[in-house]
């Protein structure tokens, strides 16, 4: 492999894995290689913007911390994400559908008893939160665990917030033998996504807006059941149709009433899959 | 753009950029889109996969400072950085090729007079580097500015030394009236790119050699002419085959000869090419 040209070195570095041992990782790095030539010989690529293109990823990872997530971001408004959300979760259409994971989840997050105050100083209004958590024939489930994030009312996540040392609208619950759970929260307000990095000067460049419209994280584990990763999106919210990150769906979105007694509330059924072997 | 599906995800994305002011920027990514989208599509993949990749991103941006640049690397050893270079200097033939840059380029390196020791103290052979820079013409070119740099016999570059607080190895020179320079430095050897990062990962997982076959980098600028970035490789290495970045041209292959007084010798004539309007 001496000389190689524009026309041969793709099938140049192909060769030079050859002999990788695992077969999805061979099909992948293949698949990567053959793809990311075929875009830099669509567009004629320059070496100023390779460059440019290595700066931009470069920064892209002196953003990460253990708190902050800018390659999920950039994943999240590229649609790569939600593309991928949406070919790994075929399923009966009476399942509750998936939507992005988002750069925000935090493991570990305090377990809450059943209508504890999950909000926990988070600035908002408040708001009931009340679901359950059933199979396709109806049946509840007990016991699963539900991992619950959102932004307070200035579009803030508890981890955007320097200094902060706890959780805030944050938590892990368990549902109960009915297959219920509640819990206590604040409304949740559409929020730009973090525009002080790389993505922002992303979104900026192609002038797209960063807004999210107003939605609830949830995270729903079950033995025998498929992970379901989703949000419940706020009915009425202005981005609902150009979500930044490409995320709702028509059967994510609820209304949030007012109560009779002033307060507020959001409900939903969440129907888990199967697990298949 | 609401329940976007794997098939229409692609167009929802790219009628999100569609405002984009620049043209260059637009056209560049449109074609990251598609081709992102493609590559997901074909291997489908899986959510896992995805945190994966976005996990090596994550880990070769943390590696990257201000003297290691692993996406460059990165870049590098997918061939991308070769495939720019082949698509951006198409020139006459008897003009020097060019090749990759690398990743261990350092600007502002200090200068040296003609004949002067760049090597200052790394360790290897003495070498003797005469060259001369010329136009297709066969103009000499006088006042052309060198910048030349290369690992020492250990295969490290200065940068990668830890504690090192000066230039080894690496230097700038300008052309003499007849276009000649010579300096005096070390016998270049191969060495095997950074592998304790995520590209050595990859290396490793896709079953390839991190090795480069022994060279100098060089990088010639003069008023009038197109910069050239190329290396010299040394004649009879046994990577010269299978260089880890696909950056070998035969025309760049110089022998090392060891003289009558027992020094070694390396020479070449550059050949700049115009630089067009």
Redesign the interface.
Known sequence: ??????EN??Q??LD??A????PR?????Q???R?????????????D??MKG?EF??????K?TGTR?E??LL?DV???????????NDKPAACTEATV?GPFFVPGAPHYDDGADVANGAPGTPCDVRCTVRGLRGEPIAGAEIDVWQADDEGTYDVQKEGLDHAQARGRLTSRADGSFHFRSIVPEAYPIPTDGPVGTLLH????HPWRPAHLHFMIKAPGYETLVTHIFREGDEY????AV?G???SLIRAIDRQADGTYLMAYDFVLNPQTA
Chains 1, 2 share one sequence.
């Open positions: 492999m001496r000389n190689v040209n524009k070195i793709t140049a570095v030079s894995i002999h990788t041992a695992d990782t061979k099909q992948i790095m698949a990567l290689i793809h990311l030539h075929a875009f830099a010989r669509e567009v004629e690529l320059t070496e913007e390779l290595i990823l470069t920064a892209t990872g002196h990460c997530q390659f999920i994943s590229l649609g790569l994400s939600m593309l991928a959300v949406a070919m790994n994971f460049a192609t002038k797209r609902l149709d150009s979500d490409f709702v769906r028509q």
